[in-house]
């Protein structure tokens, strides 16, 4: 016999062998393509942009939102043989809100200087090249295992 049981905020439901034998009888609801809570994906199926779209991180309700909507729009809108080449001002013009926010929107040469010792590729310049290591240092080749 299957029951129900509230434990706080939780629903325990208990069902016997015989309840998981039967088959379903559960009926299923279509998606609804207009529910606004649906996730669509960036491109939304009438072509529209979805600005809700996680995968934008947040870039289109920032500082620089506008910026990056008239942007993306440009691109993403353009008939142009080279795409979005008439966007080029569109996307200055959000480079430069970008670089007035340095905090919100780190530039990749921020990120290489705040990594940690030893993980940046100035380190990299210091470490010897192969001509200089000694023999002794080198691993056998092939022919030297092979003898």
């Not at 039967?22 to 669509?40: F, K, R, V």
């Not at 809700?52 to 729009?73: D, H, R, V």
């Not at 008439?86 to 919100?104: A, N």
Request: include cysteine.
């Amino acid at each position: 016999m299957s029951y129900c049981r509230e434990d706080g905020k939780d629903r325990i439901i208990f069902v016997t062998k015989e309840d998981h034998e039967a088959p379903s009888n559960a009926e299923l609801i279509a998606d609804d393509p207009n529910d606004p809570y649906e996730e669509q994906g960036l491109i939304l199926p009438d072509g529209g942009i979805n600005w809700n779209c996680p995968c934008l991180g947040g870039m289109a309700s920032g500082p620089c939102g506008t910026q990056f909507k008239e942007a993306f729009s440009c691109f993403h809108y353009s008939k142009e043989e080279v795409k979005g080449s008439e966007c080029i001002d569109k996307f200055r013009s959000m480079q430069e809100c970008m670089q007035r926010f340095p905090e919100l929107y780190p530039q990749e040469d921020d990120k290489e200087e705040s990594a940690p010792a030893g993980s940046s590729a100035s380190d990299s310049d210091s470490s010897p090249t192969a001509s200089e290591e000694s023999p002794e240092t080198l691993p056998p080749t092939d022919e030297q295992t092979a003898s």
